[in-house]
Structures are given as C-alpha cells and as structure tokens.
C-alpha cells in the first residue's frame, strides 16, 4: 500500500468518526421527550415531575429523587432533559422520576 493510500485512508476514517459523533450528538440534544403515556412510561411509572408521583403505588418514593439525580440519566447538570437507556431515542425530563431510579453514586 503506498502512503497516500494509507493517509487518504485515515483522513476519511477521521472525517467519518467526525461526522457520525455529529450527528449522534445532534440526535441526543432533539430527541423527543418521553410520553409519559408510553407504554414503557407507564409500566415503570414514569412522571415528567417528580412530585406528581402516585405516592399510594410507589410509596418508597421521596421528593429528592428526580431523573438528574439518578444513575441512569446521561443528561447535564444544568439541562431540563436529557437521555436514560431505558427510553431509547428519548429524553427524560430532569425533574422526571420512575420506578428504576437509583441514587447517583457521589
């Protein structure tokens, strides 16, 4: 292999990666919010404010507990929302809460 081959090779692999964490980036900032009439939603309880939660079904449930306080919420500190691996192509709202909250290790 000659080393422009090897170096077209590598700037087009860079610019691809560019590209592709671009676009991932963009897609996580607009993704939509989680409706909490979503099937998956629902069946983990999920609310958009933590204090709308139904106290009588979740009585484990405390008022710190929010979306930007738990493990699974990938979003900034500062933002409203932000991505959960639990609703794919989703945001979760970060005064949200469902059932599989779990306290943010720190």
């Not at 080393?3 to 897609?27: D, P, W």
Request: proline share 5%.
């Amino acid at each position: 292999m000659k080393n422009t081959n090897r170096r077209f090779f590598i700037l087009q692999v860079v610019a691809g990666s560019s590209v592709l964490t671009a676009a991932h980036t963009i897609a996580q900032t607009t993704a939509p919010l989680v409706n909490e009439k979503d099937a998956q939603a629902a069946a983990l309880g999920y609310v958009a404010d933590t204090t709308k939660v139904d106290l009588k079904k979740y009585p484990k449930h405390a008022a710190e507990q929010k979306c930007s306080n738990c493990q699974l919420y990938a979003g900034k500190p500062k933002e409203t929302g932000g991505p959960c691996p639990l609703f794919s192509g989703k945001q979760v709202a970060a005064n949200g809460w469902c059932s599989a909250y779990v306290k943010k290790a720190g």
